[in-house]
């Protein structure tokens, strides 16, 4: 990025920033940038850079060096950088009092090789020889820090820059460039503090024009957008984006609901009117199957932690849940009734009635919360099944076969699956013709996600055919 590409990108972040900012909460700004409307500085002149570089014995790559010739220094780059450094305060980070850095994960690298061989993987970097050698580009954050590598250089000249974050927990995290850093940051502050302004309503229209796209079946190009969308912030691309993925990954996808359902970062999605009928159902389905890290589950979270009026909503449903004639709604009556003609007929076949001893064990499994490497973390307990008697025959010494009981709790539901999915797979097609009497609840309603709560429907929609339902036309609905 040359120097006439960083003008209107700081301007506009200055702008951005100064306009959201908050003196309660972040502290009074300093009078120049309130004057000026500018976190900048003076531009470093030639002169300026040449002798930082004279002083640290390197060219500096290009998209720093062209950053100080437009400002000679920066305050708050994002949320957790409060000053990056001028042309004299550039210091390689071992002649810094931050070289502890460097002993910090000199100790790790020591700690990582007293324990168990692993299989060297070559994109493992060495982070204290980086560090050892990186050039320190911030002076003040929330322990957090931006480095240059000057002996990792890609075609272009660009050094790769890394962000540090003690609280992170990621250790150093690589990016191309200080300009690609520099962008991260901002995409950070947009999606941290949501700022009015040029930035948002643009990605605001990009979001509509994506919506609509995805509603006329396209999917590869409005994926892209809403995933760049949803990295500033835009809570709208994170719905839509969920519903495609999840229809894009068949239910492998609904281990991503807890990045929805965060009451503490979206609160919006969980008063959204899709929140009840769509994505809850979602909630207390991964909670039933629980194939999750460490056993965690957003329910399980969201009860224990959640706001009041969050902890009655699921008490609520629930309890509706737990009602005889509880039945999943699956959208309008037409679409409903189509859905749940196919489930019926799944469920009156002797193949589905075997009992199945994995729910069993979900059931009345006991969770324990425990401490793993200094993190959360739940302890899974399965229960010992009852055993049902066998008859199995194996061939003995004497090549007489020999008759025996062997215990096999679930050999009998085992047996049924293959013909519980020849059932699925042939119900397919008329799942697919249902499609067409779906209509949506809202117009961020773009795909029947309540699906993956029942786990044949689960099972019957593969990625393949989850993109074949988003490639089909649904503007007319």
């Given at each position: 990025?040359?120097?006439?590409?960083?003008?209107?990108?700081?301007?506009?972040?200055?702008?951005?920033?100064?306009?959201?900012?908050?003196?309660?909460?972040?502290?009074?700004?300093?009078?120049?940038?309130?004057?000026?409307?500018?976190?900048?500085?003076?531009?470093?002149?030639?002169?300026?850079?040449?002798?930082?570089?004279?002083?640290?014995?390197?060219?500096?790559?290009?998209?720093?060096?062209?950053?100080?010739?437009?400002?000679?220094?920066?305050?708050?780059?994002?949320?957790?950088?409060?000053?990056?450094?001028?042309?004299?305060?550039?210091?390689?980070?071992?002649?810094?009092?931050?070289?502890?850095?460097?002993?910090?994960?000199?100790?790790?690298?020591?700690?990582?090789?007293?324990?168990?061989?692993?299989?060297?993987?070559?994109?493992?970097?060495?982070?204290?020889?980086?560090?050892?050698?990186?050039?320190?580009?911030?002076?003040?954050?929330?322990?957090?820090?931006?480095?240059?590598?000057?002996?990792?250089?890609?075609?272009?000249?660009?050094?790769?820059?890394?962000?540090?974050?003690?609280?992170?927990?990621?250790?150093?995290?690589?990016?191309?460039?200080?300009?690609?850093?520099?962008?991260?940051?901002?995409?950070?502050?947009?999606?941290?503090?949501?700022?009015?302004?040029?930035?948002?309503?643009?990605?605001?229209?990009?979001?509509?024009?994506?919506?609509?796209?995805?509603?006329?079946?396209?999917?590869?190009?409005?994926?892209?957008?809403?995933?760049?969308?949803?990295?500033?912030?835009?809570?709208?691309?994170?719905?839509?984006?969920?519903?495609?993925?999840?229809?894009?990954?068949?239910?492998?996808?609904?281990?991503?609901?807890?990045?929805?359902?965060?009451?503490?970062?979206?609160?919006?999605?969980?008063?959204?009117?899709?929140?009840?009928?769509?994505?809850?159902?979602?909630?207390?389905?991964?909670?039933?199957?629980?194939?999750?890290?460490?056993?965690?589950?957003?329910?399980?979270?969201?009860?224990?932690?959640?706001?009041?009026?969050?902890?009655?909503l699921l008490a609520d449903h629930e309890a509706r849940r737990?009602?005889?004639?509880?039945?999943?709604?699956?959208?309008?009556?037409?679409?409903?009734?189509?859905?749940?003609?196919?489930?019926?007929?799944?469920?009156?076949?002797?193949?589905?009635?075997?009992?199945?001893?994995?729910?069993?064990?979900?059931?009345?499994?006991?969770?324990?919360?425990?401490?793993?490497?200094?993190?959360?973390?739940?302890?899974?307990?399965?229960?010992?099944?009852?055993?049902?008697?066998?008859?199995?025959?194996?061939?003995?010494?004497?090549?007489?076969?020999?008759?025996?009981?062997?215990?096999?709790?679930?050999?009998?539901?085992?047996?049924?699956?293959?013909?519980?999915?020849?059932?699925?797979?042939?119900?397919?097609?008329?799942?697919?013709?249902?499609?067409?009497?779906?209509?949506?609840?809202?117009?961020?309603?773009?795909?029947?996600?309540?699906?993956?709560?029942?786990?044949?429907?689960?099972?019957?929609?593969?990625?393949?055919?989850?993109?074949?339902?988003?490639?089909?036309?649904?503007?007319?609905?």
């Open positions: 990025m040359n120097r006439e590409q960083w003008r209107p990108f700081l301007r506009q972040w200055s702008e951005e920033w100064i306009d959201s900012h908050d003196p309660e909460k972040d502290g009074e700004l300093d009078e120049a940038v309130v004057r000026d409307r500018w976190l900048g500085f003076a531009p470093a002149s030639e002169e300026e850079i040449a002798a930082a570089e004279a002083r640290l014995g390197r060219t500096l790559p290009p998209s720093l060096r062209e950053f100080l010739a437009v400002t000679n220094g920066w305050r708050d780059a994002g949320c957790f950088l409060y000053r990056l450094a001028g042309t004299a305060e550039l210091e390689w980070l071992a002649d810094t009092d931050r070289s502890y850095l460097i002993e910090i994960y000199d100790e790790l690298a020591e700690d990582n090789a007293d324990g168990e061989e692993e299989e060297e993987d070559p994109d493992v970097i060495n982070e204290a020889e980086v560090l050892r050698r990186s050039l320190l580009v911030s002076l003040e954050g929330d322990a957090a820090d931006v480095f240059l590598d000057p002996e990792d250089v890609n075609e272009r000249g660009e050094w790769t820059a890394y962000w540090l974050a003690s609280w992170s927990g990621e250790g150093l995290e690589p990016y191309e460039s200080f300009y690609e850093l520099m962008y991260d940051q901002y995409k950070s502050f947009h999606a941290l503090r949501q700022p009015e302004g040029e930035t948002k309503d643009r990605w605001d229209t990009k979001v509509e024009e994506a919506r609509l796209a995805v509603l006329g079946g396209e999917i590869e190009g409005p994926l892209k957008v809403l995933d760049d969308a949803e990295e500033f912030g835009n809570e709208r691309a994170l719905l839509l984006r969920f519903q495609m993925l999840t229809m894009l990954g068949g239910g492998e996808q609904q281990a991503e609901i807890s990045r929805v359902v965060d009451y503490a970062h979206h609160p919006d999605i969980l008063q959204h009117v899709l929140f009840v009928p769509e994505l809850l159902p979602l909630v207390f389905e991964e909670d039933r199957t629980r194939d999750l890290p460490h056993g965690w589950s957003t329910l399980r979270f969201s009860k224990e932690n959640g706001p009041e009026w969050l902890q009655s737990a009602a005889p004639d509880f039945r999943l709604s699956f959208g309008n009556p037409e679409f409903d009734a189509a859905v749940h003609h196919i489930l019926d007929r799944l469920a009156a076949d002797p193949a589905f009635q075997v009992p199945d001893p994995y729910e069993q064990q979900r059931q009345n499994a006991t969770y324990e919360e425990v401490w793993v490497d200094g993190q959360p973390a739940m302890r899974v307990t399965m229960p010992t099944l009852t055993a049902s008697a066998v008859l199995m025959s194996e061939e003995s010494e004497d090549g007489v076969p020999t008759d025996f009981e062997a215990h096999d709790p679930f050999g009998a539901y085992d047996r049924t699956r293959e013909r519980q999915q020849q059932l699925i797979d042939e119900a397919w097609p008329e799942l697919k013709e249902a499609i067409r009497l779906w209509r949506p609840l809202h117009e961020d309603h773009i795909a029947p996600v309540v699906l993956f709560a029942d786990p044949a429907l689960a099972e019957m929609i593969t990625e393949e055919r989850g993109r074949e339902i988003l490639s089909m036309c649904r503007s007319g609905g």
